[in-house]
């Protein structure tokens, strides 16, 4: 079965950097894209951006640019989020997600935004930016 545990998430100031972690198992790598989504109080799930497993392309939502990276240790099965200068606007529940599909910079944000594209869901991490 496909699990992606995520972890790392906390309090932190205004700021601050945060890195999540997604560990995966039960799939072959290669295969799949996996992401990152966050889930803000009272807001709708929004996409923060997504790695190919396949070649190790990356891609963010245009809002994520520039404060978020996200990178992979094939090795460890494990995927993360790396957050710089937080905001309390990212004060959200991070989920890691899961697809075995192709992900390309022509489809990515066309799909890849949409969580019902993401076959798999992990349970979710709380970050909050204390102001």
Avoid at 67 to 80: A, E, G, L, P, Q
């Amino acid at each position: 079965d496909v699990q992606l545990q995520a972890s790392g998430g906390g309090l932190v100031q205004t700021g601050g950097s945060l890195r999540l972690s997604c560990a995966a198992s039960g799939f072959t790598w290669r295969d799949y894209a996996i992401g990152w989504f966050r889930r803000a109080p009272g807001k709708e799930r929004e996409v923060v951006g997504c790695i190919s497993n396949h070649d190790g392309s990356t891609f963010y939502a245009d809002s994520m640019k520039g404060r978020f990276t996200i990178s992979s240790d094939n090795v460890k099965r494990t995927v993360y989020l790396q957050m710089i200068s937080v905001r309390p606007e990212d004060t959200a529940v991070y989920y890691c997600v899961a697809v075995r599909r192709e992900i390309y910079s022509a489809n990515w944000y066309h799909k890849g935004s949409k969580p019902d594209w993401w076959t798999y869901w992990g349970q979710g991490t709380l970050v909050t930016v204390s102001s």
